[in-house]
């Protein structure tokens, strides 16, 4: 057991979440005397966000529940300039009708997690950096910063130590980080700044000049930066990004992604990214052989749950169990339509296994054909100059098209 005397730091330590505080025990003090207002930050660099950011969505969920006051806010201005932290060049310069689409998909995952009509709040710092005088924002806050730190922060120096160009337009980017947190703290009485372990160097920032423009105490909590157990990035497959968003990726491909999870894992995802009590999570865990597979399914239904809702976590493990089960074509997997009349003329079946995005290329699906790594309505496909055609469609009217045991998809004709 920790030994915080504030519930919020108490679950956060004891589910895993943290990895550097700056004051810990001024913030569990501050945290035990009443509720305190803290926050993350998410750019608009995509319409919707991905598994990787659930972590840090979990950690407003228990602020919330730990009875403090999350605020979400999102990024509409720092999105013009992009984050430069640890990447090998700059981000593609977005524009307003970009940000603005965005952030309107960005806000559809968040009321799953935050009760905001209660104490939690979406902002966005668009609202207060657009309209900024740039002579007065250099003369009041631009010198509160050192170069010569600046240069010394791990984003920074990757980038240079690569040889990678770093424009002025990012170096700017952890100025108004910081400022952001001095803005939060004069309008909502923010103290908290939360994120990830990389974002560690912008948030002590954001602290220092609180100190040096309002003479304030702020904290900075940073989450530990998450791979699998082989060392894969949360939140990427190799068929891309696991989006949050529904209409960018299924519920029953977000459940299968969570299922897959490695053994060695489990425990740890449980404590992360569900609600499940610790005892229900220790019991879980302690599950070997082949049952770890009953604690991985309980692990997709929960995380699944809380983003799409019961029923749609219900229906996926539904799915996932006449697929695997049953070897039915099994209602509720990824389907694409294709014209009837396309059909009739006959759709090769390696173009048909790329169109449904289960290989990149022709190619790639000759390959896996040789290796015996895809079927066809459950039967292994050996001849890759099949033709699909009407007679093709099973009896739920469908052609169930698989790579391996675990991706499925439906092809429709309309």
């Known amino acids: 057991m920790s030994g915080f005397k504030s519930d919020f730091l108490r679950v956060l330590d004891e589910r895993g979440f943290i990895h550097q505080i700056s004051d810990p025990a001024g913030l569990d003090e501050a945290a035990a005397k ?83 009509d209660g104490s939690a709040k979406m902002l966005n710092n668009a609202d207060w950096l657009t309209g900024l005088n740039y002579l007065g924002f250099l003369r009041d806050v631009g010198r509160h910063f050192s170069v010569n730190r600046m240069l010394s922060f791990d984003s920074v120096k990757l980038r240079l130590d690569r040889e990678q160009s770093l424009s002025f337009l990012e170096f700017n980017y952890m100025i108004l980080q910081a400022y952001d947190f001095v803005e939060l703290n004069a309008r909502h009485g923010t103290v908290l700044q939360m994120g990830g372990s990389d974002q560690w160097g912008n948030i002590v920032s954001g602290i220092d000049l ?20 082989s060392g894969a990035k949360m939140g990427k497959t190799a068929n891309g990004a ?53 604690a991985k399914k309980v692990l997709a ?33 990824p389907t694409i339509e294709i014209p009837a009349a396309e059909l009739a003329e006959g759709l090769g079946i390696l173009n048909a296994f790329v169109r449904a995005g289960l ?11 040789k290796g ?32 391996g045991r675990k991706k499925h998809v439906l092809l429709k004709a309309v």
């Open 242 to 294: 696991v989006w949050l968003n529904g209409d960018l990726l299924s519920p029953y491909e977000f459940w299968q992604y969570w299922r897959n999870t490695e053994d060695a894992d489990v425990e740890r995802f449980l404590k992360l990214y569900t609600t499940l009590p610790l005892s229900d999570v220790a019991r879980l865990a302690a599950l070997g052989g082949s049952e770890i597979n009953e």
């Open 359 to 369: 290989a990149p290329s022709n190619g790639e699906a000759r390959r896996q054909v």
């Open 372 to 403: 015996g790594g895809l079927r066809v309505n459950d039967e292994v496909l050996t001849d890759e100059r099949l033709t699909l055609t009407p007679d093709s469609l099973n009896a739920e009217g469908v052609v169930k098209l698989s790579l």
């Open 301 to 333: 239904s929960e995380v699944t749950a809380m983003l799409h809702g019961r029923e749609a976590a219900e229906q996926a493990a539904k799915t996932a169990r006449a697929t695997f089960e049953g070897g039915g074509a099994a209602e509720g997997l």
């Open 34 to 116: 009443g509720p305190i207002s803290g926050y993350i930050g998410f750019d608009a660099t995509a319409t919707s966000l991905h598994a990787g950011s659930l972590i840090q969505i979990m950690m407003l969920h228990w602020m919330q529940q730990t009875g403090h006051h999350p605020i979400a806010l999102m990024g509409g201005g720092t999105s013009m300039i992009g984050d430069p932290s640890f990447k090998d060049e700059a981000r593609k310069m977005l524009t307003l009708e970009d940000i603005e689409r965005n952030l309107v998909g960005i806000r559809k995952a968040f009321s799953r997690y935050l009760d905001f």
């Open 210 to 229: 609180g100190h040096r423009m309002r003479d304030v105490q702020l904290f900075a909590l940073t989450s530990p930066l998450l791979t699998t157990s």
